[in-house]
């Protein structure tokens, strides 16, 4: 549930409150908001009656969420969360696009790739050094020495490093090198790799599960945010449905309905949504059209000879061309895409 504090109430009134609801139980998360500050109330509430906060001085509302996420709901937070990182605000006006290749292979790789994306206007290299795959015999990363190519071709070029963390052991070595920590499909219902997430300050791209609905990605969001860690960002990557011409089914739908229930900013990502090069453009544009507040896409120099998702990483003079047609998007839907 939600308690609504009254229009600038005082903040012994507010820490009144809070001290009631620990005494009943719940923990507490609090949001200031530009009106009202919101206190979450995370607990049993069975046997509860409203009627013991209703009437607590300073309290204009309390109001029971029937969702199971509670922390990622609109109700909770009413206000779009903005998340800062090295002056870059993810979920305000500007589109942000996140873009490099799907696997770190070498340092000279990675430089090329930087710098093209720098160039057209991306603000994050994406890149992984863990790879979780479904062969075994499959290219699997380079661990920490792509951490470290991704360090040093994100600060030459001045971006932000978004990589993936595939296992609880991995967190403080990933965050020691990456500013962003991702959390892949496979692992979108990881519960004891959400909890350890949510336990430190980096911030989280959760991305969606490939057979997991709306409700169920919301609720395992509640796992990192209910830890204390309040910086999610959510990414829809495309769900596995009976089609079988893409890689996957891109849910652009999913950006609005997300906009509706939650306060978390929302990415796409057309390159996994799709896994065919040539539909990657025309779905970032529907993306920013239907306003996610991001792009995660796949660059490659080469990518007939990449180690991982060639088919689906665009060369560096489409993505350029991508950049330049999402601008105009971006203006039309009262949006920005830096340069």
């Not at 009144?16 to 200031?32: A, C, P, Q, W, Y």
């Not at 000279?108 to 603000?123: D, F, H, P, R, T």
């Not at 090069?277 to 996610?292: L, Q």
């Not at 080469?302 to 689906?312: K, Y």
Request: proline letters at 4%; a neutral charge.
């Amino acid at each position: 549930m939600v308690v609504v504090m009254e229009h600038n109430a005082k903040e012994e009134k507010i820490q009144n409150v809070i001290t009631h609801l620990k005494e009943m139980g719940f923990d507490v998360h609090r949001s200031d908001g530009v009106n009202h500050t919101i206190l979450g109330a995370v607990g049993d509430k069975t046997g509860l009656d409203m009627r013991q906060l209703e009437v607590l001085d300073g309290v204009h509302e309390v109001v029971r969420i029937s969702e199971p996420y509670k922390l990622a709901s609109r109700m909770f937070k009413h206000e779009n969360t903005v998340i800062t990182i090295r002056g870059i605000e993810i979920g305000g006006d500007e589109v942000i696009v996140a873009a490099g290749p799907c696997a770190v292979e070498s340092k000279e790789q990675l430089m090329i790739i930087a710098e093209a994306v720098k160039n057209s206007g991306a603000k994050i290299l994406r890149g992984g050094a863990f790879k979780p795959r479904s062969s075994p015999y499959s290219f699997q990363g380079l661990g920490e020495e792509g951490l470290m190519f991704l360090r040093e071709a994100a600060d030459k070029y001045e971006l932000l490093v978004i990589t993936e963390v595939t296992d609880v052991g991995q967190i403080p070595l990933v965050k020691k090198y990456a500013d962003i920590l991702q959390v892949g499909a496979r692992n979108m219902q990881n519960f004891m790799l959400l909890k350890e997430l949510g336990k430190i300050r980096n911030p989280i791209f959760f991305k969606r599960g490939m057979s997991s609905t709306i409700r169920e990605w919301l609720t395992a969001s509640e796992y990192i945010l209910s830890g204390g860690n309040r910086e999610v960002i959510l990414c829809e990557r495309g769900i596995r449905t009976f089609e079988d011409y893409t890689r996957n089914t891109l849910d652009i739908s999913a950006v609005p309905v997300i906009k509706k229930l939650s306060h978390l900013p929302i990415f796409t990502d057309p390159s996994h949504g799709t896994g065919i090069r040539s539909k990657v453009i025309p779905m970032a544009r529907a993306s920013v059209a239907a306003g996610a507040d991001g792009i995660l896409v796949e660059v490659h120099h080469d990518p007939d000879h990449a180690m991982s998702d060639g088919a689906q990483s665009l060369y560096p003079d489409q993505f350029a061309k991508m950049m330049a047609e999402l601008r105009i998007i971006a203006k039309a839907v009262k949006r920005r895409i830096g340069s």
